[in-house]
């Protein structure tokens, strides 16, 4: 069975420019989590996508923002990018309900020059 | 509101010997605990994870965790650690209520000198 999938595996970008990342989860997994590691913050959670529905966003500007399709997979907008964006971006999936684990990505990781 | 605590952000030990990171967790119901290790520039692989169960929770590689309700701590151990092992590792709580949201440990960096 397929993890979960992130694309691209890097990605380069201009300030100010925009950038999408993506994401397919396990199979029969409805929940889609991002997740931002920039070096020396830790995990900080973006936004969790469920049902196609947002259901929570973690403490970040509006210019990160996604969706969620109908197969569940997940794209993650970030608009008017700054330096400070450069991180890696981790996606995951889980079960919505349940005692289960979310399953990670490998990550795509943004630079923005 | 839940949160995890990793009480030491970098650990040093020699190979061969034992492994111990800490973890304490805040968390208004009863939680979900998971180990999560994190290779350089790779994602994130479970270690183990705690759901109620067994108090004493065994992973791969060797590693296991105990959760211990009254100290609110759900410390990793390996009796032996291995260079392999280098590498960062997480402690997350999983939110129920919220559709398993995790919430990270600030994460400790395991260092494995020969």
């Known amino acids: 069975e397929a993890g979960v999938t992130q694309s691209p595996t890097h990605l380069i970008k201009t300030r100010g420019q925009q950038a999408t990342l993506r994401c397919s989860p396990i199979?029969?997994?409805?929940?889609v989590y991002w997740y931002q590691q920039a070096l020396g913050l830790g995990l900080q959670f973006l936004l969790w996508?469920?049902?196609?529905?947002?259901?929570n966003r973690g403490n970040f500007p509006p210019r990160f923002s996604g969706r969620q399709f109908p197969n569940y997979s997940s794209e993650l907008n970030v608009n008017a990018l700054e330096l400070e964006d450069s991180a890696l971006y981790l996606c995951?999936?889980?079960?919505?309900?349940?005692?289960?684990?979310?399953?990670f990505g490998q990550g795509t990781r943004l630079t923005v020059v | 509101a839940q949160s995890v605590t990793q009480l030491d952000s970098h650990v040093s030990v020699s190979e061969g010997t034992p492994v111990l990171l800490r973890c304490n967790y805040s968390?208004?119901?009863?939680?979900?605990l998971f180990w999560y290790v994190q290779h350089p520039n790779k994602g994130l692989q479970l270690l183990l994870k705690?759901?109620?169960?067994?108090?004493l929770v065994k992973g791969i590689n060797g590693f296991e965790a105990e959760f211990k309700k009254s100290e609110t701590s759900f410390h990793l151990t390996k009796p032996s650690a291995h260079m392999s092992d280098a590498a960062e590792y997480f402690c997350?709580?999983?939110?129920?209520?919220?559709?398993?949201?995790?919430?990270f440990g600030g994460g400790t960096r395991l260092m494995v000198k020969p």
């Open positions: 968390s208004s119901y009863s939680p979900s």
């Open positions: 995951a999936s889980s079960f919505y309900q349940g005692n289960t684990e979310a399953f």
């Open positions: 199979s029969g997994h409805t929940s």
């Open positions: 997350v709580v999983s939110d129920r209520n919220a559709g398993n949201m995790l919430t």
């Open positions: 705690y759901t109620s169960a067994a108090t």
């Open positions: 996508y469920d049902e196609g529905e947002e259901r």
